[in-house]
């Protein structure tokens, strides 16, 4: 006797399959917009096809929509379509992560601002080719995230619904910008403190990662006070959690896997959790060590090595590994402090589950 593979959580209702049809029709409407304009437009709507179709975990959309649900709202196609222009939050927020993190690679292909700089070599123009790179993706990342609004406002939904779900996508997308800036002004200021990479994490992916989504479809549902609060109590230990994972992978990940160089974010000079964690832990020399290599944008295998080794012999990555655990403990026990529907808060627990334990 076989039995069928589960299902994962974030195809349950169908739901990737339709958020990505969402996409699809809306980016093959925006091609057809910008080839109107320009035909040399189209190297823009390829790109941001291969960056929004290729890939991406749909975690926002999914609790988005398992909050939607969650809260008494019935599914609509209207509904999933709206709830899709989270990803192009995401693609605005990763395609200019990318070009200030000088990082190569997304999803194991070039970044936006590496692939504009390709295309101007290949084409013999005039000018810095990185720097038409880097032009291109910040218009490219604002692109993305003007079409977010448009994707939002247009998705169909009653015009109350909307009005609800405005404040939060407009405080969603306010918090990442700002989370964004404080992650660049720690990496010049040098704050090594677990408080400030813990605030950073917060604002820079926590809060748009799950609570927002959360509130936000909570919002279109006209949720009630108590289950927005358990949204936000479940929503945020379970986005630091998230981050923290993702700050391990940065690390220690696979980069079969990532699709990213291995020890990226050692490269990039964050300071994260781990490595505020590793510092604080670590004794004089150590010290010196880590931060004197992290941010050597030539950092080799042999130092990823070397770093990896301090982090883990630190405690450092045993404490965030701690830290993941006890606040996604956090997150699964506010569930259990309101009424919600059976299949979306099985769901919501396991979203938490995927989001923690994923390995790309």
Known sequence: MTHAAPVSPVDRACLRQRVDKALTEFLASQRARLTRVDDALVPVAEAIEAFVLGGGKRLRPAFAYWGFRGAGGMDTEAVVTALAALEFVQASALIHDDLMDRSDTRRGEPAVHRRFAARHRAAGWGGDADGFGDSAAILLGDLCLVWSDELLH?????????????????????????????????QVTGDTSVERASKVARYKSAKYTVERPLLLGAALADAPDDVRATYSAYGLPLGEAFQLRDDVLGVFGDPAHTGKPAGDDLREGKRTYLVAAAVEATDDAGRELLLSRLGDPDLDEQGVTRLR??????????RTEQRITTLTDTALAALAAVDLDTEARQTLVDLAIAATRRTD
Request: proline share 2%; glycine share 6%; net charge negative.
């Open 154 to 186: 247009s998705a169909g939904l009653d015009l109350r619904a909307a009005a609800r779900a405005r404040p939060v996508f407009d405080e969603m997308r306010t918090e990442v910008t700002v989370g964004q800036y404080l992650d660049v002004l720690t």
């Open 309 to 318: 080794e301090l982090i883990t012999v630190s405690g450092a990555l045993a």
